[in-house]
Each structure stands twice: as C-alpha cells, then as structure tokens.
Antibody
Framework: EVQLVESGGTLVQPGRSLRLSCTAS????????MSWFRQAPGKGLEWVGF??????????EYAASVKGRFTISRDDSKSIAYLQMNSLKTADTAVYYC????????????WGQGTLVTVSS | DIELTQSPGTLSLSPGERATLSCRAS???????LAWFQQKPGQAPRLLIY???SRATGIPDRFSGSGSGTDFTLTISRLEPEDFAVYFC?????????FGQGTKVEIK
C-alpha cells in the first residue's frame, strides 16, 4: 500500500527556517518524482514545486512565490523527500502536502495527509 | 500561467441527483493534461480523473470527465452521500501546475 507521511510542521516566526519531510513506503521511491503542494486555511491548493527522480537528474522546479526561498531535495536511501523553507513569511502559513508523481507530465496520484506550518510572531 | 476557473462555486443537490462541474482554462491545456480531485475536510486530495477523461484506479464509474482544450467537465451521475465534498481541477501539463479555486458540492 502506497503511503506518504509528512512531518515537521510547527509554529515558526517570520524570517526563520523550517524543514519538512515526506516519508514514503509501499513503492520504489527511487523511480518516482515527488511534489509538494500547500493549502492556506480555507483556501485552494497551490503547487510549490517538484523534484525529478535521479534517473532524470534529480532536477527541480518551483513556483514563483517560493523560488529562491524553498528547496526540495530527496534521500533515496531513506525514501524521504524534503522541503527546506527559508525566510518564511506569514503568507507561507498552510497545510503542506507531498505527493507522488506518475507519468512524464507529473500527475499526482497519491498524497499524504499534510502537515501544518504556521508562520507567526 | 494557466488560470483555471471553476463554476459554480457551490452546488446544492440531493443524493441521487446529477452533478455537473465546470473548469475553464485561460489557455489551452497541453495534451488535455487536466485532472480532477476530491477533497473532504481534514483529508488529502484524492485523484478522480486524469487526462481529462480517464478514471483513476478504484474510482466508481458514476464519476466521468470530459472536455478538451480550454473547457472541461466533471459529472457525477448519481450523487452518493460520500460524494459531498470539494472538487478541484488541476492542469499538470505546464509549470506552474495550477488549480481551480474549487467547487463545493453540498447536501440540499
């Protein structure tokens, strides 16, 4: 059974950093690209970015709203994808979800349950 | 960026009725890479439809998707109690991947 579990969400002050983890199980993690999304309270879904599998260079793409502040990485030996978030803003407050991407176009088929990040002083 | 506009914002229907949800794109969606997701409160999104019209694994056949280019539709033929939720469309053919703002299907 495919499972994705996000962790690391907490209350953090503006300007600080935080790293989220997405621990995968039930599939061969190395073979898949992974993506992060977020959902602010009462709002819709927003794509944050994704990382390709190392077979495709492990390259990344990001939304303009987080580019230069957020970094996605992966540790295939541990089946974990990370979201490093720096220079956090109050507007980054959201539930953060990771998902597995299938197809060359990057369709999200399975999602984790999410982890809440609150940026507030 | 491709902007997706969903309508209506809220759909009030009774169990057994047909639901028709619309998603309109500001420009053509590459290769009809358009997906529909269902989300219930406190839960992760669940993939229903991909490629505009293909049902994901395990999705009941009362859910169907149609459309191409800039106009897409999700139809739920007969609403079951568990179908009352928020539905999002997403284009995944071009970065940035974008979502519609969602349609809430509520019990009338």
């Amino acid at each position: 059974e495919v499972q994705l579990v996000e962790s690391g969400g907490t209350l953090v002050q503006p300007g600080r950093s935080l790293r989220l983890s997405c621990t995968a199980s039930g599939f061969t993690f190395d073979d898949y690209a992974m993506s992060w999304f977020r959902q602010a309270p009462g709002k819709g879904l927003e794509w944050v970015g994704f990382i390709r599998s190392n077979s495709y260079g492990g390259t990344t793409e990001y939304a303009a709203s987080v580019k230069g502040r957020f970094t996605i990485s992966r540790d295939d030996s541990k089946s974990i994808a990370y979201l490093q978030m720096n220079s956090l803003k109050t507007a980054d407050t959201a539930v953060y979800y990771c998902s597995r991407l299938i197809t060359a176009a990057g369709l999200s088929d399975f999602w984790g349950q999410g982890t809440l990040v609150t940026v507030s002083s | 960026d491709i902007e997706l506009t969903q309508s209506p914002g809220t759909l009030s229907l009774s169990p057994g009725e047909r639901a028709t949800l619309s998603c309109r794109a500001s420009q053509s969606v590459s290769l009809n890479y358009l997906a529909w997701f269902q989300q219930k409160p406190g839960q992760a999104p669940r993939l229903l439809i991909y490629g505009a019209s293909s049902r994901a694994t395990g999705i009941p056949d009362r859910f169907s998707g149609s459309g191409s280019g800039t106009d897409f539709t999700l139809t739920i033929s007969r609403l079951e109690p568990e179908d009352f939720a928020v539905y999002f469309c997403q284009q995944y053919g071009r970065s940035p991947r974008t979502f519609g703002q969602g349609t809430k299907v509520e019990i009338k």
